[in-house]
Antibody
Framework: EVQLVESGGGLVQPGGSLRLSCAASGFAFSTYEMNWVRQAPGKGLEWVSYISRSGSTIDYADSVKGRFTISRDNANNSLFLQMNSLRAEDTAVYYC??????????WGQGTMVTVSS | SSELTQDPAVSVALGQTVRITCRGDSLRSYYASWFQQKPGQAPVLVIFGQNSRPSGIPDRFSGSSSGTSASLTITGTQAEDEADYYCNSRDSSGSHYVFGPGTRVTVL
């Protein structure tokens, strides 16, 4: 079964850090581009970050640039998001999503990040 | 503000047809994809490319595009189609992805 499973979410104070992980299974992880997408409570979807198959090309939304770092470990079929200098407005469910042909075709179940004192 | 716009909400009678529209300059150059999201669940891809459906998506879902608009049509809407629907494409620069604000579909 093709599957993405996120982990690492939780409660963190403003200014703190958190590292999210996304474990991929059921497909050739290294052959797919990957993304992180988030959704604040009661709000819409927001694209956060992109990484190419090899990890050589990376991109971020302006709202997280300079604070978040995306990376991947193709040997262990894993995607990561290092989040530093967290703000209240980063509170959201974070999803990892596989980029297939022309669309984000597989999504994980999401992991909740709450930034609050 | 999003570079893609959608009507906030639409209602449809059971068994009837509903069209959801997404507008944005980038749609002139890039295909939109469409996601269905039910409360407490992850988004599910329902339409991508010119008008393609992933395996398992009923054929009552279809997509179209023209100029700076893309549309998702549900023909013969079922009760289980009640959900939020998001369009997704690239932004006008082509370098970032962007989502529309979503359309809530209510089935009467």
């Amino acid at each position: 079964e093709v599957q993405l499973v996120e982990s690492g979410g939780g409660l963190v104070q403003p200014g703190g850090s958190l590292r999210l992980s996304c474990a991929a299974s059921g497909f050739a992880f290294s052959t797919y581009e990957m993304n992180w997408v988030r959704q604040a409570p009661g709000k819409g979807l927001e694209w956060v970050s992109y990484i190419s198959r090899s990890g050589s090309t990376i991109d971020y939304a302006d709202s997280v640039k300079g604070r978040f770092t995306i990376s991947r470990d193709n040997a262990n079929n894993s995607l990561f998001l290092q989040m530093n200098s967290l703000r209240a407005e980063d509170t959201a469910v974070y999803y990892c999503a596989r980029r297939g042909d022309l669309a984000h075709d597989i999504w994980g179940q999401g992991t909740m990040v709450t930034v609050s004192s | 503000s999003s570079e893609l716009t959608q009507d906030p909400a639409v209602s449809v009678a059971l068994g009837q047809t509903v069209r959801i529209t997404c507008r944005g300059d980038s749609l002139r150059s890039y295909y939109a994809s469409w996601f269905q999201q039910k409360p407490g669940q992850a988004p599910v891809l329902v339409i991508f490319g010119q008008n393609s459906r992933p395996s398992g998506i009923p054929d009552r879902f279809s997509g179209s595009s023209s100029g700076t608009s893309a549309s998702l049509t549900i023909t013969g809407t079922q009760a289980e189609d009640e959900a939020d629907y998001y369009c997704n494409s690239r932004d006008s620069s082509g370098s970032h992805y962007v989502f529309g604000p979503g359309t809530r579909v209510t089935v009467l």
